[in-house]
């Protein structure tokens, strides 16, 4: 009922939010061995998470940290 209230736009961004979450741990399942890739992130300290959230928005300023870190 709540969601229902919402503007459109809301709704629309909730819809989003939860595509990208379960994108995430659709990935985080069924891919847990990246191999050598698997390997960098971890060195980067950068989780599957980081690095969908990235993908998703465009915002890549973390990852850029924690590569330069």
Do not use: C, H, R
Not at 12 to 24: F, N, P, T, V, Y
Not at 32 to 38: A, E, I, N, S
Not at 47 to 68: C, H, P, R, S, Y
Request: aromatic share 8%; proline share 1%; net charge negative.
């Amino acid at each position: 009922q709540a969601f229902n209230n919402q503007s459109f736009l809301s709704q629309s961004w909730d819809m989003a939010k939860a595509a990208q979450s379960g994108a995430a741990s659709g990935v985080t399942e069924y891919l847990p061995d990246l191999g050598d890739f698997g390997d960098l992130l971890d060195a980067a300290d950068i989780n599957v998470t980081m690095l969908i959230e990235a993908i998703a928005t465009g915002d890549v300023d973390a990852l850029e940290d924690k590569f330069q870190a």
